[in-house]
Nanobody, 119 residues
């Protein structure tokens, strides 16, 4: 089992910034991909950004140029720096990890953290 613990989030003004962090913990696992998804009310969960173990980054077009994801493969952590926030960024943000345990891949999700952007 792998646990994902998120921190950060909260309330920001339009144009403001927030940082989300996530740490993965457990026994005998290796992280293949970590990143962030979000889900706004009445909408499907969508990709925000992910970073793979080889360092490659996948970022949604809607946040490119505003959000930056980074990871630490030793500490098994991932962060999301969110700048120039817009009201449409309001959502519950979920940390995600795809990990390998004993030769099998598993997906894990954090509990979610609310991000609200308002004037």
């Amino acid at each position: 089992q792998v646990q994902l613990v998120e921190s950060g989030g909260g309330l920001a003004h339009i144009g403001g910034s927030l940082t989300l962090s996530c740490a993965a913990s457990g026994n005998s696992f290796s992280v293949l991909v970590m990143g962030w998804f979000r889900q706004a009310p009445g909408k499907q969960r969508e990709l925000v950004a992910t970073i793979s173990s080889d360092g490659s980054i996948n970022t949604a077009d809607s946040v490119k140029g505003r959000f930056t994801t980074s990871g630490d493969s030793v500490k098994n952590t991932v962060s999301l720096q969110m700048n120039s926030l817009k009201p449409e960024d309001t959502a519950v943000y979920y940390c995600y990890a795809n990990v390998r345990i004993s030769g099998y891949n598993y997906n894990y999700w954090g509990q979610g953290t609310q991000v609200t952007v308002s004037s």
